[in-house]
């Protein structure tokens, strides 16, 4: 090896300037060369590797509200997503100011949710999609659509797309409207609990518990757990399949809650409630609201 060594040496000591820069170019010529094949490989496998569907996130705004000036009024074209975690009572506020900040509180999480249940749906049309034409899953493909029909309780993609579905947005605030009196009710100060939800959980309970029953108030961190909660019953109990059925054929509202008997024990006066809310409030014109395009990479 010593010799070898010694005869390079020699062997470069015998060339001209002129050689030396001959061979220092090729060498470096050589190294950017490779460098280059071995990155085109890298990026190759990337380009290969990554799926075919983006998903797009939502930058939350997370805000407190201390006094009700705290409400960010909303544009309904460009909705802020402002999520709220810690709310007080709209009670002492003259109805119809009660109501637009209700709403300016409200409809940024149900927006939120929406964006993100589209999203989902989008994607399992896509991995349908992708069957159909006997195309092979990515890994990461394999495995969300695995986690979502799990979730959603769904033997087939196409069950999956029932549930995994949204609601007029005029439906969830007169849901929450209704149930949270328009953002004065106990629960809803002091559990962030829109929907009136019960728990057997206490990890998930607040400190109001029911009179004759081991059972708590559900709580919340913020607005939008509880949008996402009331989401996971309607899309997954037994009692909304018809109304799942009924919501993959029209998305009027009129017609969507007369199959929501079952959310309430009133059965029927709860659905001409509800009826009488969207009209009177116009909450119709929020079903066409969007987050704004300035908080969605």
């Given at each position: ?23 220092f170019?090729?060498?470096l010529?050589?190294a ?51 999520v709220?975690?810690k709310?007080?009572?709209?009670d ?15 409809l ?9 249940l ?13 069957l ?8 990461q493909?394999?495995e ?16 999956l797309?029932?549930k995994l579905?949204i ?10 409207a ?18 009136g939800?019960?728990t ?16 708590y108030?559900k ?9 996402k ?8 109990s ?6 799942r ?34 009209r ?11 987050l ?6």
């Amino acid at each position: 090896m010593k010799t070898n060594y010694i005869k390079f040496r020699i062997f470069l000591r015998r060339l001209t300037f002129g050689e030396k820069t001959v061979i220092f170019l090729f060498t470096l010529f050589f190294a950017v060369v490779l460098i280059k094949a071995i990155y085109d490989v890298k990026t190759t496998k990337i380009i290969k590797e990554k799926p075919g569907f983006v998903f797009k996130k939502v930058n939350i705004i997370y805000k407190e509200i201390n006094r009700p000036t705290d409400i960010v009024p909303i544009n309904c074209s460009a909705v802020i997503p402002v999520v709220y975690t810690k709310v007080i009572s709209l009670d002492s506020l003259p109805v119809a100011l009660k109501k637009r900040k209700f709403i300016d509180m409200v409809l940024p999480s149900i927006l939120i949710v929406n964006f993100e249940l589209k999203q989902y749906r989008e994607f399992v049309k896509y991995v349908k999609k992708k069957l159909e034409n006997n195309q092979e899953l990515l890994p990461q493909e394999e495995e969300l659509i695995s986690k979502l029909l799990e979730k959603y309780k769904s033997d087939s993609l196409n069950e999956l797309l029932t549930k995994l579905n949204i609601n007029p947005v005029s439906i969830v605030l007169a849901q929450a409207a209704i149930e949270s009196g328009w953002g004065s009710s106990r629960f809803f100060v002091q559990a962030n609990n829109l929907f009136g939800v019960w728990t057997f959980n206490k990890k998930h309970a607040s400190k109001i518990k029911a009179k004759k029953a081991n059972v708590y108030l559900k709580a919340y961190p913020n607005i939008l757990e509880s949008v996402k909660d009331y989401y996971n019953s309607i899309n997954l109990s037994w009692a909304y399949r018809k109304f799942r059925l009924v919501r993959l054929q029209t998305n009027d509202p009129f017609l969507l809650t007369n199959h929501l008997e079952k959310y309430s024990i009133l059965r029927q006066q709860y659905v001409q409630r509800l009826k009488s809310i969207i009209r009177a409030n116009n909450l119709e014109k929020y079903d066409n609201c969007r987050l704004s395009p300035e908080y969605i990479n």
